[in-house]
């Protein structure tokens, strides 16, 4: 499922004939899709509407090379810690570096994992990233300077971006794969960046840096300005990435004892849906979700996560959805498991959370009945009671 196609139902009168995100996502969501909409049709840009698929065509020239930084040497009378080392377990759904800042640029802690990657929100001091839902206040004034923009005033648009960290597995991420990419040298690192026009009237910006060797990070920003983020203020980020002194294994607020014949998990989403589109509403307070597939995709020669930037649904592919039940605008408000259009869902004993299986029309309703069946849900308020993806979704 699209994001595009995510606003395009959510500002329907009609219900939706069918699909996934949409048949989860309430009120609040809706109202935010809503307001993305506006703002795209009023000529102003908004993040997650106007995101650009990451660029794909083969053809760019190599690198500068690596150097390597020699740490400062300690004082007399002390001892020298070693900074940490980058770990890559073989676990792939593990967190595996930190939040962290790095002057206007703040980094998210990485809440998606998959067979390739994590993923961290990056928000920047002076801009408005539209990951949750908006008010009914902002609803109100946004529906404000609609009027105002149909009547031909000028109407202060709000400076916006979306923008996220991708840290890549070793040799996931191939560079040579970039397009009209310029190679350079960021904090020693060989680097790999890219600029031009997104979708609608974003500018979009991509910085790859080898973090470890052959392992690529990525900050991707489609900003409503071209001048900023600047290229220069891209490459402040890079410094600030280190390896996590305790890596972490995904949690998810529910396990699963039952999983169709062939279907493998490949991404994981904690405290939000999976892949780009639990970023694209990190702050809208969804509690969890994971992508399986029959197919799954490759973990080499990528250069944007599964599904791409308009967050596509895999191929053989389904998807669970946790979500506070007003994420959700299902009309079934108990245990009772409903089917129609390509998913399945049903409510916690308390009715506060909504639970989900969409596969699009790739599983019978018989099998994503049987998934919810078996899926057991923790207390989704203590994520101590959470389970570590890799042996919840076996």
Known sequence: MRLHEVVDLATSDAPPDSNTVDEIVGRGRKVQRRRRAAFAGAGAAFAVVAVSAAVSVPSIFGGTGQSTVT???????????APASWAFPEDPFTFTFDAYDAGRWHVQ????????????????????S???AATDEEVDAMNDKLEKLKNGEAVPETPTIYAYLVLYRPGAFDPAKLAGAT???????KAYQTGGDGNGSMYRRALAWEYAPDAYAVLESH???EIDPSADEMQKIVAGLKPSSSPAKAKLPFELDYVPAGYQPVETGTNAMSGLNGIAAARDGDFGGAIFSNTPPATSGLVEPFGGADGEDLPGSFQIFVVPQTNSNQTTGNTTIKCGNGFCTHRSPDGKTSI??????????????????????ADVKKPSTWFDASDALK
């Open 183 to 189: 190679a350079l040298t960021v904090d020693g690192k």
């Open 130 to 132: 539209n990951d949750r």
């Open 109 to 128: 802690a990485p809440i998606v994992t998959s067979t390739a990657y994590q993923i961290a929100s990056v928000y920047l001091d002076g801009r408005e």
């Open 356 to 377: 989900q299986v969409a596969s699009g029309g790739r599983l019978s309703d018989a099998e994503m009945t049987k998934v919810l069946k078996g899926l057991k849900l």
């Open 223 to 225: 900003s409503s300005e």
């Open 71 to 81: 740490p400062p040497a300690a004082a007399p009378g002390t001892v020298a810690v």
